[in-house]
Structure formats: C-alpha cells, structure tokens
C-alpha cells in the first residue's frame, strides 16, 4: 500500500512512518542548514529540533533572497551591461522560488516530526491530526 504524503513533501525523503524516513528527512534539512550544523550531536538525537532551526535557516536565506532582488538593479546597473543585470535578476528570481519549495518542505518535515499525519480529504485538500 502507498503511503500518501500532501503536495511539497521532499522528493528525496520517504514518507513518515515509512522505515528510514527520518534518517532522510534529517539529512534533508541538515542540507538547509550551515555546514557546521553537520558535527552537531543534538539534531541527530532530537530532529525536531534541527526542523526547528532548519526552518529559522531557510527564513533567513529567503530574507536574503528578497533584499537581493530588490537591490541587485541598483547595486550592479552602473557596473555592468543590462544583460548582465537582467541574468543577474534571473538568478534571484530562481533563487526566490526554490526558496518557497524549500520552505514548504521544511515546514512539512517540521509538522511530520512534531507528530503531525497527513491525512488527504474528499475536497483533493489535506488535513492533519495529531497522533
């Protein structure tokens, strides 16, 4: 039987209950995370935990993502030709949006650590209950 999992759930982790989920949803918000969050004992012990931070992680990468976009024309249109400034735009704009994925995924690896279950309605929406 298929274990269903609500839209934006990460490609790469199996869904929660599924044997090896978590040791795959802690490498996935360990990717969202510094580097350094690596050698840190606790989020293996608690992920929860490493959601938590995970998520503070990928706030701030989008904060960052939005006041480049704002300032990249100003910051770079004396510098540089207009295809250059527009690439440059592109590639926030690129950013920006996998930023929202990630942050969606976050989310759901968050939820589904703090004991959430998805569970799907008739209406194509999901809901979640407590375990």
């Not at 869904?15 to 090896?20: A, D, L, Q, S, T």
């Not at 360990?30 to 608690?46: I, M, Q, T, V």
């Not at 993502?65 to 910051?75: K, Q």
């Not at 592109?90 to 994925?101: G, M, P």
Request: charged residues 25%; contains cysteine; aromatic residues 8%.
């Amino acid at each position: 039987m298929e274990t269903l999992v609500p839209p934006g759930w990460p490609a790469t982790v199996r869904p929660p209950g599924v044997e090896g989920w978590e040791r795959q949803a802690i490498a996935h918000l360990l990717d969202c995370c510094p580097p350094d969050f690596r050698r840190e004992a606790l989020f293996a012990r608690h992920p929860l935990v490493l959601a938590i931070f995970a998520e503070r992680c990928v706030q701030g990468q989008q904060r960052a993502a939005h006041d480049g976009l704002a300032l990249v024309r100003a910051d770079l249109g004396d510098r540089f030709d207009q295809p250059v400034v527009d690439a440059a735009v592109d590639v926030w704009q690129a950013e920006s949006a996998r930023l929202i994925r990630v942050v969606r995924e976050v989310d759901l690896l968050r939820r589904a650590f703090s004991g959430e279950q998805f569970v799907p309605t008739l209406a194509g929406r999901w809901n979640t209950r407590p375990t």
